[in-house]
């Protein structure tokens, strides 16, 4: 018999239990309850003007709060018909990859290695391989320094507005970035270096994986949600046509669905979609890791973010170089205010970030939704949960839940964003 009650799950973004129950094999219970209190994002902004969107919903999350920025953005931009210069396409994706790059820093290093090395957090590894930590700061810091660069500061950032940009960092300060960026190479592979030395449980998800795709991109910013298994490509602005949500009684966040099917969203489906179309530092990290893709394994899902590390900085670098040689203005586009609804999607960290609105001819917002990665991966994780636990009840109690926890914390989820 294992039978596992966690309160107040450790090193993940935000506050949920565990509880799994085996008896004899049979799985009598799993969940994960999220007991964040809901926080009404969608209904915060309605009444208030289109451009307070972006300022308030970039608070649903301190770490992906670029991501929110630019999709809330883009979906106004849909509703108010704007279209925008492809220098403030580049910047926005410089925004985008500054959260991944200090996103998945902060995952791999801080929340998630302690499971592989055998330690309860990151502060005795910090004494015992300060080199390491070091790595993790680095890359850390460069992500939110980027941020910093286009987005005005760290967190939440300022200059990403309706129709381009407020201000931009001048050639220079670019190009001095460009320098930082493909410095970090060495830190990137040694990244997928130690994670794929990790040895992680053999396991399939059963669930569907949707990311973002497009012809000829690693897609993050543009693109229409693609399904792996089903193999659909539809607009990412019809995602209410395609994933439902449902209220589930021990949790304060919602399930979804595709198709009435659990999926998982994330770098792992990102991955899998996407993966012939990684850059050469990408595809060289990929190689380095000895994953081959496909992979159904949720546990692979921190060294594809090692990997993404490689091919984010590297693509970065390249979108500075294009933004220096090219010219062209990102200032905000003139267009009219009126009525009209638009959907949109960015790839966040954690996985496909979508918001819509409606916008009447006043400007007023009269109806927001959002839907954010985590809200879309726990009904696949509880499900992953339901099938991994009978093929590790056997171990004791202590390695058990520890194996469990790994299994969540894989997720990289953020517990707060899924209750917006």
Excluded at 284 to 289: D, I, M, Q, T, V
Excluded at 371 to 394: C, G, H, K, S, Y
Aim: hydrophobic content about 40%; proline content about 5%; aromatic content about 6%.
């Amino acid at each position: 018999m294992a039978k596992l009650t966690i309160e107040h799950v450790a090193r993940i973004e935000g506050h949920g239990n565990i509880t799994v129950d085996v008896t004899d094999g049979v799985v009598r219970e799993v969940r994960m309850d999220i007991v964040e209190p809901a926080r009404f994002f969608e209904s915060m902004v309605v009444g208030r003007r289109f451009d307070d969107a972006p300022l308030i919903t970039s608070r649903i999350c301190g770490i992906c709060s670029p991501n929110h920025v630019v999709t809330s953005i883009k979906a106004l931009e849909a509703a108010l018909g704007v279209e925008v210069s492809e220098r403030t396409k580049l910047l926005r994706k410089l925004l985008v990859y500054g959260s991944y790059l200090q996103n998945h820093a902060t995952h791999l290093y801080i929340l998630a290695a302690p499971d592989y090395v055998g330690l309860p957090n990151v502060f005795p590894l910090a004494e015992s391989h300060p080199e390491i930590v070091q790595r993790a700061l680095r890359l850390k810091k460069l992500g939110n320094d980027l941020t910093s660069l286009v987005g005005g500061r760290p967190v939440h950032p300022v200059t990403a507005v309706v129709g381009g940009f407020t201000s931009e960092p001048d050639t220079d300060a670019l190009g001095a970035f460009r320098d930082l960026l493909l410095g970090v190479a060495g830190d990137a592979l040694a990244t997928v270096e130690m994670f794929a030395s990790f040895r992680v449980p053999e396991f399939e998800t059963a669930g569907e994986m949707l990311a973002l795709t497009s012809d000829d991109d690693y897609a993050i910013y543009d693109g229409d949600t693609a399904a792996l298994d089903a193999g659909w490509r539809r607009p990412c602005a019809e995602y209410r046509e395609f994933i439902g949500e449902t209220v589930v009684g021990h949790s304060n966040a919602k399930h979804s669905t595709v198709g009435g099917r659990p999926f998982l969203v994330g770098s792992v489906a990102r991955a899998n979609v996407n993966g012939g179309k990684l850059n050469e530092a990408g595809r060289a990290a990929l190689a380095k890791s000895g994953l081959t893709l496909p992979t159904r394994n949720p546990f692979h899902m921190n060294v594809l973010q090692a990997v993404e590390l490689a091919d984010a900085s590297a693509r970065c670098a390249g979108y500075i170089e294009r933004l220096v040689e090219m010219g062209g203005s990102s200032a905000p586009e003139a267009f009219r205010i009126r009525a009209g609804e638009g959907g949109s999607a960015t790839e966040a960290p954690r996985g496909t970030l979508y918001h819509s609105y409606g916008v009447d001819d006043d400007g007023l917002i009269t109806h927001g939704d959002v839907i954010t990665p985590t809200a879309q991966n726990l009904a696949n994780i509880e499900a992953d949960m339901r099938a991994f636990a009978p093929t590790v009840a056997d171990r004791p109690a202590g390695e058990f839940a520890l194996l469990i926890e790994e299994l969540v914390r894989s997720y990289d989820p953020c517990l707060s964003c899924a209750v917006h």
